[in-house]
Each structure stands twice: as C-alpha cells, then as structure tokens.
C-alpha cells in the first residue's frame, strides 16, 4: 500500500491551474485529479493524442451534458458520486467504480443525480 503522501493530486502539485495533463511517470488518484465548483461542471484533460484523449469531469449535482453525439467510442468510468446516463433514450444509473461504453453515433447525455467525478476516454482510430 503506497504511503498517503506518494500519490500527486491537485494539492500536492506545484502550480494545479498551470498544468493541464498528467506529468509522466506520477502516481495519481484520479477522483482527486479534479475538483467540484458549486453549480458547474469542471473539466480538465488528461491526455491528448491524434488517436484519443482522457479527460476527467467532476459535475455538481443536478449539472449535465444536454443530448448529443458523438462520431467515435467513449468510454465513461464514473470515479465517485452518482450519474444518470441516457442512452438512445434508455436511463442507466451508474455509480463510483461502474462504466458504460457510450458507441459512435447513438445519441447520449448524461445528468448528475448527486455530484459524481468520471473519466472519458475517447478513441478516435
């Protein structure tokens, strides 16, 4: 077990709003990667490629994303909290630890039930 102090978080790095992705080589706590703001959704990407990005999302509760698609596979891993997903018209109810694959083209949203954190992580090959 890795001792508290080990792991970086938006407390334990030097400058939090100058960073924008995850440095190389540092053990993370992903939930503790990002923060919640009353009434807002907050989002902070951790990788960014030509073949896909992760991007982490922590949403206040009763905050969302309207309905919308999207032409690649993403999948959303809820970190903590509690989400309402739609999928094609479809409610699933997903809590900290559960993931869905979202496929390309099938209509979504996605609604915080209380606040929840999730990463996405989005294919584009």
Known sequence: MRPEGEYLSLKTMTNPSKSKGLPGGQVARAAEFIGYQDGSVVSRELVKKPTGTVTLFAFDEG?????????????VQVLEGEAEIMLSGRSHHLQGGEMM?????????LKAIKPFKMMLTMIRS
Request: glycine share 10%; hydrophobic share 40%.
């Open 63 to 75: 905050q969302g994303l309207s309905e919308h698609t999207a032409p690649f596979d993403a999948l």
């Open 101 to 109: 694959l979202l496929p390309a083209g099938q209509p979504h949203a």
